[in-house]
């Protein structure tokens, strides 16, 4: 076993990172499965590269989400305890009572009893960007698309007004994607005070909704805290928003950018499902899962991780790992393989899953079926990316609409 040492720990999620984390991700694999490195704020971590040793960990009670396991005073966003009791923080038991009161709402069932209604969102926004198309030539399909459309769906859920679904989406990126220390504050002040005065205002005026339903378990059943409440609120506005507008915009990217392949998905819609998924490995926004604490010294692909040390399992590294994918840098609509780690694996699996593979099935329907003259409006490589050791996705998408191309659209 490697035990590890006090010389000074690789910081590998610089600059070279930015511009290319998959390079990275490589060239660490091939040094080993786990890295004992630091993060760009100096803070240590493990980071575990292999496909079989990240699926294996995902997946191991060991490792513990719960912050008080943290040996080394580990911070994150220094969320306040209305935010920081959600799914993410907590292990099995709390976790599990949580989540069954809020997967109703989840389940492919419900999902498909909603799917008019995202079918809507989607005609509506794409009208949107080709109204900016037309208008203006070129429009950024994020600001126009990408960001409103799981707000709108997730908000809905919600009933959040839709004014109020844009700011609360600026704040949630003020946290993800911070300018500042400042900003970051700011943001998670801001997120909190929302959603602490959303549950009041539903506990006043209840209706036939996810957040009332949550409501009458805190009040009548006692069946979770008000932390609990308001951090439930926020993980599943925030997480099912922001994950959702990310994918649709690097699926959008990478479609555009294999045009051969989308040229056959536009011949054979009935490889959308299939093509979401390999959509979900090759380009899935969450570079790493978020960070665990071992409870106790685990071995892990050769190394024993000392307990209360911060472990981060990266998805972007299992998912080009060549032991698990042949040729994992291709992207291949035809590789049908849902066992990807995109929306997470054992008790954390995501709760929203069949919402968003739903979701972006529609949107991809619609903008590259159904809008078969749409292009990036600059090389791939010209695009601004927002990059950090935890996601990756593009600050805006500039696109534009071939001149004179059919547009598909009824």
Same mark, same amino acid.
């Given at each position: 076993m490697?035990h590890?040492?006090?010389?000074p720990?690789?910081?590998?999620?610089g600059?070279g990172f930015q511009?290319?984390?998959?390079?990275?991700?490589?060239?660490?694999?091939?040094?080993?499965?786990?890295h004992?490195?630091?993060?760009?704020?100096?803070?240590p971590v493990?980071?575990v590269? @292999?496909e079989h040793?990240?699926? @294996?960990g995902?997946?191991?009670p060991?490792f513990?989400?719960?912050k008080?396991?943290?040996?080394?005073?580990?911070?994150?966003? #220094?969320?306040?305890?209305a935010l920081?009791?959600?799914l993410?923080?907590?292990?099995?038991?709390?976790?599990?009572?949580?989540r069954?009161?809020?997967?109703?709402?989840?389940?492919?069932?419900?999902?498909?009893?909603?799917?008019n209604h995202i079918?809507s969102?989607v005609?509506?926004f794409?009208? $949107?960007?080709l109204g900016?198309l037309?208008?203006?030539g070129k429009?950024?399909?994020?600001a126009e698309?990408?960001r409103?459309?799981?707000?709108?769906?997730?908000g809905?859920?919600?009933?959040?007004?839709?004014?109020?679904?844009?700011?609360f989406s600026?704040?949630?990126?003020?946290?993800l994607?911070?300018?500042?220390?400042?900003?970051l504050?700011?943001?998670?002040?801001?997120?909190?005070?929302?959603?602490v005065?959303?549950?009041?205002?539903?506990?006043?005026?209840p209706?036939?909704?996810?957040?009332? #339903?949550?409501?009458?378990?805190?009040d009548?059943d006692?069946?979770?805290?008000?932390?609990e409440l308001v #951090?439930l609120?926020?993980l599943?506005l925030?997480?099912?928003?922001?994950?959702? $507008?990310?994918?649709?915009?690097?699926?959008?990217?990478?479609?555009?950018?294999?045009?051969?392949?989308?040229s056959?998905?536009r011949?054979?819609?009935e490889l959308?499902p299939?093509a979401?998924e390999?959509l979900?490995?090759?380009?899935?926004?969450?570079?790493?899962?978020?960070r665990?604490f071992?409870t106790?010294?685990?071995?892990l692909?050769?190394?024993?991780?000392?307990?209360?040390?911060?472990?981060l399992f990266?998805?972007?590294?299992?998912?080009r790992d060549?032991?698990?994918?042949p040729?994992?840098?291709?992207f291949?609509?035809h590789?049908?393989?849902?066992?990807?780690?995109?929306?997470?694996h054992?008790? @954390?699996?995501c709760?929203?899953?069949?919402?968003?593979?739903?979701?972006?099935a529609?949107a991809?329907?619609?903008?590259?079926?159904r809008?078969?003259g749409?292009?990036l409006a600059?090389?791939p $490589?010209?695009?601004?990316?927002?990059t950090?050791?935890?996601?990756?996705?593009?600050?805006d998408?500039?696109?534009?609409l071939?001149?004179?191309g059919?547009?598909?659209?009824v």
């Amino acid at each position: 076993m490697t035990h590890h040492s006090d010389t000074p720990l690789a910081q590998p999620f610089g600059p070279g990172f930015q511009a290319d984390p998959h390079a990275v991700f490589a060239r660490l694999r091939q040094q080993g499965s786990v890295h004992h490195i630091a993060l760009p704020d100096g803070a240590p971590v493990w980071l575990v590269t @292999h496909e079989h040793d990240v699926r @294996h960990g995902l997946a191991d009670p060991r490792f513990s989400v719960d912050k008080q396991h943290s040996g080394n005073g580990f911070k994150g966003f #220094s969320l306040p305890p209305a935010l920081d009791a959600n799914l993410l923080n907590l292990d099995a038991g709390d976790h599990l009572r949580l989540r069954r009161l809020v997967a109703q709402g989840f389940t492919p069932r419900h999902v498909d009893g909603m799917r008019n209604h995202i079918q809507s969102a989607v005609d509506t926004f794409t009208r $949107q960007l080709l109204g900016r198309l037309e208008a203006d030539g070129k429009a950024d399909l994020v600001a126009e698309f990408a960001r409103p459309l799981p707000l709108k769906v997730i908000g809905d859920l919600f009933v959040v007004p839709a004014r109020e679904q844009s700011q609360f989406s600026e704040w949630i990126s003020g946290m993800l994607a911070p300018a500042s220390g400042a900003e970051l504050v700011e943001s998670i002040g801001k997120v909190h005070h929302y959603l602490v005065d959303l549950v009041a205002s539903r506990r006043a005026n209840p209706g036939d909704d996810i957040l009332s #339903s949550l409501i009458a378990a805190r009040d009548e059943d006692d069946r979770l805290t008000e932390d609990e409440l308001v #951090s439930l609120a926020f993980l599943i506005l925030g997480a099912g928003s922001e994950n959702v $507008q990310h994918q649709i915009a690097n699926a959008v990217v990478t479609l555009l950018d294999h045009p051969d392949q989308l040229s056959e998905l536009r011949e054979k819609p009935e490889l959308l499902p299939t093509a979401v998924e390999e959509l979900f490995r090759y380009a899935h926004p969450n570079l790493t899962a978020i960070r665990r604490f071992p409870t106790e010294p685990v071995d892990l692909g050769g190394v024993r991780i000392p307990a209360g040390d911060t472990v981060l399992f990266s998805l972007a590294s299992a998912h080009r790992d060549p032991a698990r994918y042949p040729q994992p840098d291709r992207f291949d609509i035809h590789r049908f393989d849902k066992h990807h780690l995109a929306l997470g694996h054992g008790l @954390h699996y995501c709760l929203g899953a069949a919402l968003a593979r739903t979701q972006i099935a529609l949107a991809l329907d619609a903008l590259l079926l159904r809008l078969p003259g749409l292009r990036l409006a600059s090389a791939p $490589q010209d695009l601004s990316w927002r990059t950090t050791f935890r996601f990756r996705a593009p600050h805006d998408l500039p696109v534009v609409l071939d001149p004179g191309g059919p547009t598909g659209m009824v």
